[in-house]
């Protein structure tokens, strides 16, 4: 099996900052991808920040420059750093890997449970 935790969810003010940590462990071989995707009350989930194994990373524009995804493969962590936080990034936030439990298994998508980010105007 494979177990994604995220932790490091709070409430904070605006213009405050939080740190997001996700830790991937089980039967993990080889972790392809990582990812934060976050949902609010009443809207889709959406995809925040991507990191690829390879060197490809990408944001959504609503957090460009204010958020940086962060990988320590040593350890299969994977970290998001929000800054300038607004009321409107308030939502659970999920971490997301592309996890092969085996070699030239083809990666399966993993979901964590969810950590709760509630910015206060």
């Known amino acids: 099996q494979v177990q994604l935790v995220e932790s490091g969810g709070g409430l904070v003010q605006a213009g405050g900052s939080l740190r997001l940590s996700c830790a991937a462990s089980?039967?993990?071989?080889?972790?392809?991808?990582l990812s934060w995707y976050r949902q609010a009350p009443g809207k889709q989930r959406e995809l925040v920040a991507a990191?690829?194994?390879?060197?490809?990373?990408n944001y959504a524009d609503s957090v460009k420059g204010r958020f940086t995804i962060a990988r320590d493969n040593a350890e299969n962590m994977v970290y998001l750093q929000m800054n300038s936080l607004k009321p409107e990034d308030t939502a659970i936030y999920y971490c997301?890997?592309?996890?092969?439990?085996?070699?030239?298994?083809?990666?399966?998508?993993?979901w964590g449970q969810g950590t709760q980010v509630t910015v206060s105007s």
């Open positions: 990191s690829i194994s390879g060197g490809n990373i």
């Open positions: 089980g039967s993990v071989f080889s972790i392809n991808a």
């Open positions: 997301n890997a592309l996890v092969s439990r085996w070699r030239d298994e083809l990666p399966r998508n993993y």
